[in-house]
């Protein structure tokens, strides 16, 4: 795989794909991991002289400009940690886009309004996306793929784009992928996996090809809850998808006939909402009253989670075990990071709100062996999935 240092950037424009997609409160970046995790990138280029075009995606709009997904809080952040003022252009591959490149300077840097402000961007036909990917490719001489966290989507800017420029991967994508490497192959055993958050439909299937590595599957967050009704517990109003109740019976029933272990919350943190000022209280998981969601794990299956996790060779952590954002439901996830932190075992967070969550929670990054900015793109990588963002980079 060619890297930047491989390509002579002086005087050229180099469009830089990045994982920007952050978390915002009001308006503002709150949590700037995955900017900082850019910059290495971003001021190597610069300082080659490069004319730098970054592009980046933030949640999920329909494919049409939406104020609420603007970049524009993004740029205001990635300024202040750059020390100058990033230009943000209007639009994506149009007029105002045009204009801020031509505009560049050897060392300068633009930033592209929202990639998914587009419907090319994410289109699942390839001819959906081809005519957005012409027209992002047009704006550049070079292309560095760096967006980690995007590389499991066969998208515009992070796949097609590369078919049409010379490409390089970015220091992020190198560091993310040399890490999480070391969770394929030879695993130091017990390998210990825990599981959690709220984007179930996402990563169940994931499951299925951990349940054959790990030997031990902790899970919390809404993930939990398929798994309890599974046993047969009723989950209150906790969400619940249906088709995933079966799924997990069958998981369940897998580990057990393999010999692999998956631990499920023993207590819960209940409440009628999740909202600071909802009681809450610590129940049973055969006890979730009829009309309240479990919204963390319990001390109890904390404290069981964190002497696994004590345990371990190996651990890879995806996914908080509540709702860490509002302190009431923050301490099963504030448990398990302070396990893996404790822990001899090598330890990899990933996850977008995950690493969030352990930042909030005063757990600097330099206290796991390694943070990945990847949420669903970690997981595939795992499992040894081909990711299209970086099988892309290999082949060419
Ligand atoms: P990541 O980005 O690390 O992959 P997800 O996006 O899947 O994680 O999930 C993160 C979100 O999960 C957080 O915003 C958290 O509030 C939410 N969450 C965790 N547990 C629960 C729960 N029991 N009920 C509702 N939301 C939950
Ligand atoms: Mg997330």
């Not at 503002?28 to 850019?38: F, K, P």
């Not at 190597?44 to 730098?52: E, H, N, P, Q, Y």
């Not at 919390?220 to 249906?242: D, Q």
Request: proline share 6%.
């Amino acid at each position: 795989m060619k890297t930047i240092d491989d390509l002579a950037v002086a005087g050229k424009r180099v469009l830089v794909r990045a994982d920007l997609n952050v978390p915002l409160s009001d308006g503002r970046v709150a949590d700037d991991g995955r900017i900082r995790a850019s910059l290495p990138t971003l001021t190597a280029l610069t300082s080659r002289g490069a004319k730098v075009i970054v592009c980046a995606h933030l949640g999920r709009p329909k494919g049409e400009p939406d104020p609420r997904y603007s970049l524009a809080p993004v740029a205001a952040r990635l300024g202040e940690l750059l020390g100058r003022p990033v230009k943000l252009a209007a639009d994506t591959v149009g007029p105002s886009a045009h204009a801020a490149v031509a505009a560049l300077r050897p060392g300068g840097l633009v930033m592209l309004e929202n990639l998914r402000f587009n419907e090319g961007e994410t289109s699942s036909a390839d001819m959906g996306r081809d005519f957005f990917a012409d027209r992002l490719a047009g704006l550049a001489d070079l292309y560095v793929a760096d967006g980690f966290g995007a590389m499991h989507r066969k998208h515009a800017s992070v796949y097609d784009v590369a078919l049409r420029l010379p490409c390089a991967a970015g220091y992020l994508v190198q560091a993310e992928a040399a890490a999480l490497r070391r969770l394929t192959g030879a695993i130091r055993r017990p390998y210990v996996v825990v599981l959690g958050g709220a984007k179930v439909a996402d990563k169940f299937s994931a499951i299925a090809s951990l349940i054959t590595t790990a030997d031990q599957i902790l899970v919390g967050g809404t993930m939990a809850f398929p798994f309890l009704a599974a046993k047969g517990y009723k989950v209150g109003t906790s969400k619940l998808e249906g088709g995933q109740v079966d799924i997990a019976a069958g998981y369940l029933e897998q580990a057990a006939r393999t010999g692999i272990e998956i631990v499920l919350p023993s207590d819960v943190v209940v409440a009628a909402e999740p909202a600071l000022d909802t009681p809450h209280k610590v129940v049973t998981a055969d006890a979730i009253p009829e009309d309240q969601a479990g919204l963390d794990i319990g001390p109890e299956s904390a404290a069981l989670f964190a002497a696994a996790i004590r345990r371990a060779g190996t651990v890879f952590w995806n996914g908080p075990m509540g709702v860490f954002e509002l302190p009431p439901f923050a301490g099963g996830t504030t448990t398990v990071a302070r396990a893996l932190t404790d822990s001899d075992a090598f330890t990899v967070v990933g996850g977008g709100d995950s690493g969030a969550a352990i930042r909030a929670l005063g757990f600097p990054d330099a206290m796991f062996d390694y943070v990945s900015t990847g949420g669903g793109a970690s997981l595939e990588f795992i499992q040894g999935k081909t990711l299209p963002g970086l099988a892309v980079l290999e082949e060419s």
